[in-house]
C-alpha cells in the first residue's frame, strides 16, 4: 500500500535529485534534498486538512488530485508563481522576470522579499479562514472541549468568523503602517497593499469555499432525495457529482497555494536559485499529495479523530504567522515545529483515546459474560 501510493513521490524524488546534480553538481543535490525536508516539515498538516475533504471525492478525483493537481502545485506555485510576483512587482513581462530570476539571483530575490507583504496578507487571511470556520462549528468530537465548547456557542452568531478576519486584518494594516510612519515611511504605501491583499484572500476563501459547499450540499439533497424515493429522479446526479467534486479540487489547489506561501518564501533562507527552488518544493509537494491519499485510504482520520483538530490548529497558528511576518521576521524552523508539535499532540491524543474506549468496551463485554 505505501509503495503503490508514494511510488510517484519516490520516483520524483530520483528524478528531482539527478537534475539537481547535473544542474550545479553534488552541491546542488545537499540543497534540493533540504528544500524537499522543508516543505514536507511545513506542509504536513496541508496532508491532514486535505485527506478531511479529499475522502469525498471518488476515485477519479483523488487520481486527478495526485496527478493535475501535482503539475499545479509544482510548476504553479513553487515555479510560475515567484516569477509572477517578481513580474507584478517589478512590472516587468513574464520573460524579463524570468532572465532576472536566472541571471541576476540577488535582486531577483529581493524583489520577492519586497512582495511578501501582500503575500502573507492574501495566505494568512485565507488561512485563518479555514481555521475559525473550523472551532466555530459544534462538532461531536471535541479535542480541546474546554476551549471548542465555548467557541462552538459563539459560531451560533452570524459571520463573526468574517467579523474577526476583518478586525485581524485592519490591525496588521494599521500596524504596518504606524511602523513604516515611524521609520521614515518608507513602507507606507505598502499597508494598503496588504489591506487589499488580505480582503482579497477572504474574498477568494468565501467564493471558493462557498461554491464547494453549495454543490456539496445539492449533492447530498439529491442523494438523500433518491434514496427515500427509490427511483431515478429527474436530475443529474453523475454532473452534480461532478461539479461537487471539481469545486473541491478547486478549493484544494487554493488551499495548497495558502499552504506553499511560508515554503517558497523560507526557500529563500536556504537558496536564491529558481530552478534548484522548484526542485525541493516540487519534491516536498510530491510527498504531501501522496501523504493525502495515504491518509485517505487507509482511514486514517476516522481512527484518530483529533488529527484533523491539530491540524486546524496548526492552520491557526501559521495563518498568525504569516500575518506576524509582514513586520517581524520568524525562523522557519519555528513555523514548522508549531506545526508538528500540535499534529503530534493530537495523534498522541487519538491514541490514547482509542486505548481508553477499547479499555472500555473490554470491561463491558467482561461484565456482560455470564457467570457458569
Known amino acids: 500500500m505505501i509503495l503503490k501510493t508514494f511510488?510517484?513521490?519516490?520516483?520524483?524524488?530520483?528524478?528531482?535529485?539527478?537534475?539537481?546534480?547535473?544542474?550545479?553538481?553534488?552541491?546542488?543535490?545537499?540543497?534540493?534534498?533540504?528544500?524537499?525536508?522543508?516543505?514536507?516539515?511545513?506542509?504536513?498538516?496541508?496532508?491532514v486538512v486535505n485527506a478531511g475533504i479529499l475522502k469525498k471525492m471518488n476515485t477519479f478525483w483523488q487520481t486527478i488530485f495526485l496527478t493535475v493537481g501535482v503539475l499545479i502545485a509544482v510548476f504553479g506555485m513553487r515555479l510560475v508563481f515567484p516569477v509572477v510576483i517578481v513580474a507584478i512587482t517589478a512590472k516587468l513581462n513574464p520573460y524579463d522576470a524570468v532572465q532576472l530570476a536566472l541571471t541576476d539571483k540577488d535582486r531577483y530575490e529581493q524583489l520577492v522579499t519586497d512582495a511578501h507583504p501582500a503575500i502573507a496578507a492574501f495566505g494568512g487571511m485565507f488561512l485563518l479562514m479555514i481555521f475559525l470556520d473550523f472551532i466555530f462549528e459544534d462538532r461531536d468530537i471535541k479535542w480541546l472541549a474546554w476551549l471548542e465548547r465555548p467557541l462552538a456557542k459563539l459560531g451560533k452568531v452570524d459571520m463573526l468568523s468574517v467579523c474577526i478576519a476583518l478586525v485581524v486584518l485592519l490591525i496588521t494594516a494599521f500596524t504596518f503602517a504606524t511602523h513604516a510612519h515611524q521609520h521614515g515611511g518608507a513602507h507606507a504605501d505598502k499597508a494598503q497593499t496588504v489591506l487589499i491583499s488580505g480582503i482579497s484572500?477572504?474574498?477568494?476563501?468565501?467564493?471558493?469555499?462557498?461554491?464547494?459547499?453549495?454543490f456539496e450540499n445539492r449533492?447530498?439533497?439529491?442523494?438523500?432525495?433518491?434514496?427515500?424515493?427509490?427511483?431515478?429522479?429527474?436530475?443529474?446526479?453523475?454532473?452534480?457529482a461532478g461539479q461537487a467534486a471539481f469545486f473541491m479540487f478547486l478549493y484544494l489547489e487554493v488551499l495548497d497555494a495558502s499552504f506553499s506561501f511560508d515554503g517558497v518564501i523560507g526557500a529563500f533562507a536556504i537558496t536564491n536559485d529558481i530552478v534548484l527552488m522548484a526542485l525541493g518544493l516540487g519534491i516536498g509537494a510530491m510527498y504531501v499529495r501522496s501523504l493525502t491519499v495515504y491518509l485517505v485510504r487507509q482511514g486514517t482520520l476516522d481512527?484518530?479523530?483529533?488529527?484533523?483538530?491539530?491540524?486546524?490548529?496548526?492552520?491557526?497558528?501559521?495563518?498568525?504567522?504569516?500575518?506576524?511576518?509582514?513586520?517581524?521576521?520568524?525562523?522557519?524552523?519555528?513555523?514548522?515545529?508549531?506545526?508538528?508539535?500540535?499534529?503530534?499532540?493530537?495523534?498522541?491524543?487519538?491514541?490514547?483515546?482509542n486505548r481508553q474506549l477499547a479499555a472500555t468496551e473490554g470491561a463491558s463485554e467482561t461484565d456482560s459474560v455470564p457467570v457458569p
Open 7 to 47: 511510488r510517484w513521490a519516490f520516483a520524483v524524488t530520483a528524478l528531482g535529485l539527478a537534475a539537481g546534480v547535473l544542474y550545479d553538481g553534488w552541491t546542488a543535490f545537499g540543497v534540493v534534498a533540504i528544500l524537499a525536508v522543508l516543505e514536507i516539515s511545513l506542509s504536513f498538516d496541508n496532508a
Open 201 to 214: 484572500g477572504l474574498i477568494t476563501y468565501l467564493v471558493v469555499g462557498g461554491l464547494s459547499g453549495y
Open 219 to 240: 449533492l447530498e439533497d439529491e442523494e438523500e432525495r433518491e434514496e427515500a424515493q427509490r427511483s431515478d429522479g429527474t436530475g443529474s446526479p453523475v454532473k452534480l
Open 303 to 353: 481512527d484518530y479523530v483529533y488529527l484533523e483538530h491539530g491540524a486546524h490548529y496548526a492552520i491557526g497558528a501559521l495563518a498568525v504567522i504569516l500575518m506576524v511576518t509582514i513586520q517581524y521576521q520568524i525562523n522557519e524552523i519555528i513555523t514548522g515545529l508549531v506545526g508538528v508539535v500540535l499534529i503530534g499532540w493530537s495523534f498522541w491524543s487519538s491514541v490514547r483515546r
